[in-house]
Structure formats: structure tokens, C-alpha cells
């Protein structure tokens, strides 16, 4: 039950299902709107700055790793376009309504390549069995996403900057 699957490195593992993958991908991405925007706990400014960088980074990051996989294994793939979309879901949740479109725009790209190089190099070189790759996805993108939210914070680059309702 513990430890890494019969065949893991030496054959490909490929999942199951395609199309239902997709479907969950679709399915978590339009929920996660309810999520990011419905933290605002009201409909105004905020809710709808973090439903567009929801959209916008989530967007960024599948045509990331989309990008990437093409220009790497020179094949893009239906999975690696489910991985980008929740590896961008996960990068822009700490940000949502705290950085500008500009810094959305960055956290999702950005997230796409680092998530793709933590699927396939990190993996290789932690020598770990993850069937979904979720800790790599969240915990390498993840970092990145909370590092870049205090960036693009500022309000020079887009962000609200401090907001404090005392």
C-alpha cells in the first residue's frame, strides 16, 4: 500500500480516463471562482478583481504548460493542460484579490513552467512515486504563487497595496 507503484520509471503510467480528467479539471476551475471571489463575502471591487485573476491566471498557467510541453517533448497533451489548470487554480488562491491583472498575468505564466519542471525534473531527482503529482504542482507552485503575491502587491505594479478597514 506504501511506497512506489510495480513498473514506476521503468513504464509509462498513463491515467485511466482522459476525458473525465478533463471534466474534473472543468469542474474544479468553476468552482474555485466561488471560492477566490466568494471570499470577498460581498459583491464588490475585490470579488471582482479576484474572479478576473482567478480566470486570468488559471488561463496563463494551461497555455504555460501547454507551451512548455510543446516546446519540450514536442507534444502537448490533454493532461498536461488538466495539470496547468490546477497547478494556475492553486498559484493565483493567495492573490486573488490582492494583485493587479498585470500580476495575475505573471503568477499564471509563471506557475505553469515552474509546476511543468517540478513534474518532470523534480520528480526525477526526489526519485518520488505521486500518481496525481498534486505535491509537486501545489508545494512548488505554491511557494511561487505566495512569493509573487507580495511582489505584485504594490500598488505601483497593478496591486491595491495595504489595505487596512480598521
Do not use: Y
Not at 513498473?7 to 466561488?34: K, Q
Not at 498557467?61 to 495539470?83: C, D, I, N, Q, Y
Not at 505573471?106 to 518532470?120: A, D, P, Q
Amino acid at each position: 500500500m506504501v511506497g512506489k507503484r510495480v513498473g514506476f520509471g521503468r513504464e509509462a503510467m498513463s491515467p485511466h480516463n482522459l476525458p473525465m480528467t478533463m471534466i474534473g479539471a472543468s469542474l474544479l476551475w468553476v468552482g474555485w471562482f466561488g471560492f477566490n471571489a466568494g471570499s470577498a463575502l460581498e459583491a464588490n471591487n475585490s470579488a471582482a478583481l479576484a474572479f478576473m485573476n482567478t480566470f486570468l491566471a488559471t488561463a496563463c498557467a494551461v497555455l504555460a504548460w501547454t507551451f512548455g510541453e510543446w516546446f519540450f517533448k514536442s507534444k502537448p497533451s490533454m493532461l498536461g493542460a488538466a495539470s496547468g489548470a490546477v497547478a494556475g487554480l492553486v498559484a493565483i488562491t493567495p492573490a486573488a484579490g490582492n494583485v493587479g491583472i498585470p500580476g495575475a498575468f505573471v503568477i499564471g505564466h509563471r506557475r505553469g513552467f515552474v509546476c511543468l519542471w517540478g513534474v518532470n525534473q523534480l520528480k526525477r531527482m526526489l526519485g518520488a512515486d505521486d500518481s496525481l503529482e498534486r505535491v509537486r504542482c501545489t508545494r512548488v507552485g505554491g511557494i511561487l504563487g505566495a512569493l509573487l503575491t507580495g511582489i505584485f502587491c504594490d500598488p505601483s505594479l497593478g496591486g491595491p497595496g495595504f489595505v487596512a478597514d480598521w
